[in-house]
């Protein structure tokens, strides 16, 4: 009992930390597909603001407001970039919480 009492908060943490280690890389993921949606719009349209609300409606599990959406310039012909940034917040019990930022690129040829 008394080792069960001493073993069980590590693993709990563990167990979380396999739980909080699969939603990072499910926003990772979902991160991934909003730049590349993202950037195919913007090189097809040209409008930077319809390939920004195309990466925006593309990540439905994310906080679209906290993302952080730079675009290159559209070149005819030129390749052009879509870089997302977004902070990303662990929940461990027993364990003070922390925030990482991840990102994505997405890279597509102007003009479709």
Do not use: K, W
């Not at 040209?46 to 925006?56: E, L, S």
């Not at 407001?65 to 990303?88: E, K, L, N, Q, R």
């Amino acid at each position: 009992m008394v080792e069960f009492a001493i073993l069980l908060p590590l693993l709990l943490v563990l167990v979380f930390g396999i739980i909080e280690f699969g939603r990072a890389y499910n926003a990772s993921i979902s991160l991934t597909h909003a730049a590349r949606e993202g950037v195919r719009e913007y090189a097809v349209t040209q409008d930077a603001a319809a390939g920004t609300a195309a990466a925006r409606n593309a990540a439905t599990s994310l906080d679209s407001g906290a993302m952080a959406i730079t675009v290159s310039s559209c070149t005819f012909g030129d390749p052009t970039t879509m870089a997302i940034t977004y902070p990303f917040t662990f929940n461990l019990p027993f364990v003070p919480g922390g925030t990482i930022n991840l990102s994505a690129e997405g890279v597509m040829r102007c003009g479709g």
